[in-house]
């Protein structure tokens, strides 16, 4: 296929734009399925040592992929201490 | 297909490839940042429990005491004229406005789904996860909707009513 790729490229210059976002946007793809499927704490492989990995997230942890102006490992306790 | 004024221009196909790719690209950016910026609650002055049951909603409001109360939605018979059939309950969820709402929505047994449509509302109550949504009305008035993931029998007939006073 990466031949065919080449190939093809080589006997038309405007292909490459072509295959260069095709290509990018399938490896972003591919990545961020890869970064679900191993860092989420929705997922779990491991079920004797790592059963539930979605009860270990406390209050300071990120949970959502790209955080724009809140930073949760600062956040502070809103609520009286009992 | 074989004229040669519409073969091999390589430089327009070049052109037309990266100009489009690059214009969805700075639309996508901005875009998907204020995406992630929607889900941030920024401080709420009020926070209300909302759970979903079969088939009424429970509303908690623990910031200033503890007022826990059932909404059911009124039958046929006990409406009064002028009230909307099938949208009307007995205790409505009464909320300030221009104050920032935060609803944190579960439910006790099935999936239900806490709607508003017309302050563009609407959040899955999930069994055994709290969903946080958040919001600022900026009119008062009684604002009606209804359960929007099937939940049995009653599915239909468990609506949620926010009255909004100044």
Redesign the interface.
């Known amino acids: 296929m990466l031949c065919q790729i080449i190939t093809q490229s080589k006997k038309h210059l405007s292909l490459i734009p072509l295959f260069v976002f095709i290509g990018a946007g399938g490896t972003g793809a591919a990545l961020y399925l890869s970064c679900l499927a191993l860092f989420n704490p929705d997922v779990s492989w491991d079920r004797k040592s790592n059963p539930e990995p979605w009860n270990k997230l406390g209050p300071n942890d990120q949970y959502k992929f790209y955080s724009v102006n809140v930073d949760y490992s600062k956040l502070k306790k809103e609520g009286p201490d009992f | 297909l074989t004229n040669t004024n519409i073969t091999d221009a390589?430089?327009?196909?070049?052109i037309w490839?990266?100009l489009p790719?690059v214009i969805l690209i700075l639309i996508a950016l901005p875009s998907?940042?204020i995406l992630?910026?929607t889900?941030?609650i920024?401080n709420p002055s009020f926070t209300i429990k909302s759970i979903g049951h079969q088939w009424y909603w429970t509303y908690e409001y623990t910031d200033y005491g503890g007022l826990i109360f059932n909404s059911y939605m009124l039958p046929p018979l006990f409406l009064n004229p002028g009230d909307l059939r099938l949208l009307e309950v007995d205790n409505r969820v009464v909320l300030p406005i221009e104050a920032p709402v935060r609803m944190m929505i579960t439910s006790q047994d099935v999936l239900h789904s806490w709607t508003i449509p017309t302050l563009g509302l609407k959040t899955d109550a999930v069994p055994g996860r709290l969903n946080q949504t958040m919001f600022t009305a900026t009119r008062p008035g009684v604002y009606y909707g209804q359960c929007s993931e099937i939940c049995g029998a009653n599915h239909s007939f468990m609506p949620i009513v926010a009255e909004l006073i100044p």
């Not at chain 2, 390589?10 to 070049?14: N, R, S």
């Open positions: 390589q430089e327009m196909e070049t490839t990266i790719a998907l940042r992630y910026m889900d941030e920024n």
